[in-house]
């Protein structure tokens, strides 16, 4: 049996021509820079997020690099994030100027640990730390209770990279009570990746910026097309981070799917953690599986889509060989991420020596198996057979 990581045919298979009506609709209009498409996206997204604005641009990391440019982030700054990441989080930091600052991550839901991050901010003895950038890891929201308490202790603006958790929630008090509140909509603003991998995925690349704060947001729609407001004049050097309308009708069409996938990949992900216990795998300690935990909450219970899996990645001994067994067997998989951010060769030897071990075992110990919605029982039954294979001859 052959498991892909990932298969869009499947998921084409039933929308194709939804999105073929909607890109000769955009093709027909000789709208192909911004217009009505985007601005719808831009509306129901935000809508979608619990925010008033969104911003449509031309990446999840563009998203991150316009976010900081409107905070005016650049030379001599510093940004807390996570080490453990896909490398925009990091890039984007370095592109504006400004240094990555690292906490080390939670062991159980591989984000940022609080705790580790107030250590960090005491021992920044010169507050050049400019703004905190928490990363909802996989699908599942950092602890948000936690790090807008301490983003409020030291008056820090937060940007929540959310490129792989759009709809993921987290309850958190409000001023009217307990609310699930969605990915993106708790810091200053969010950022989304619809890269076509992603939960809500295009038909090549696009981001969003969300945002509850209009000043904010207006400046980063100045900054997307290049400061010019009205065209040809410049109060700011922005760059051509537009979203192109083509994504935005293909992102439209798949919206309204987007719940129901959650709840599928849910679903698959709760199939596995039965098959893991079933096959003893994890009661011999061959398998840890993911766990969807808020650390400073009592319960989860509250949020309906508290892990929307983008990933569903397990720890396991002996990672490189498993990887190699499963796609022998037809089985893909991935690794997210097999290096540490403050372990990249590009941040040269100011950053040698740091050690962060939780995500240094994360990049060594973590593989993601597939968990796309059109999974099959049989494909997910043949996935932990393989690997249950792969401990019984060790």
Known sequence: MKVPLLDLQAQLAYLKDELTTAVIRVLES?????????????KEVAE??????????????????????????????KVLTTPYSFFATMGVVLRVG???VFADIDPVTYNIDPKKMIEVLEADEDRRIRAIIPVHLYGQCADMKAIMAIAEQFQLPVIEDAAQAIGAEYPLATAQGMKNLRAGSMGLCGCFSFFPSKNLGGIGDGGMVVSKDHEF???????RNHGAHPKYYHSLVGGNFRLDPIQAAALRVKLPYLDGWHAKRVDNAQRYDRLFHQA?????GHVEPPTAV?????????????????????RVSDRDALRDWLLAN????EIYYPVALHQQKCLGPD???????????????????????????EMQEYVVSTIAGFFAKK
Not at 60 to 76: E, R, V
Not at 217 to 223: G, I, P, T
Not at 330 to 333: A, H, N, R
Not at 355 to 373: C, D, G, N, V, W
């Open 30 to 42: 000789t709208r192909y820079i911004q217009g009505p498409e985007v601005e719808a996206l831009e």
């Open 48 to 77: 979608y997020s619990g925010v008033a604005h969104g911003i449509g641009v031309s990446s999840g990391t563009d998203a991150l690099l316009a976010s900081l440019m409107a905070l005016g982030i650049g030379n001599g700054d």
């Open 98 to 100: 400004a240094r990555p």
């Open 217 to 223: 947001a207006q400046r980063v729609n100045l900054l």
């Open 280 to 284: 003893g795998l994890v009661e011999q």
């Open 294 to 314: 808020y650390r400073s909450l009592d319960s989860t219970s509250a949020a309906s889509h508290y892990h929307i899996y983008n990933q569903y990645v397990i």
């Open 330 to 333: 037809d089985i893909g998989c």
């Open 351 to 377: 950053y040698h020596g740091i050690s962060l071990p939780e995500a240094e075992k994360a990049a060594a110990q973590t593989l993601a198996l597939p968990i796309y919605p059109e999974l099959t029982t």
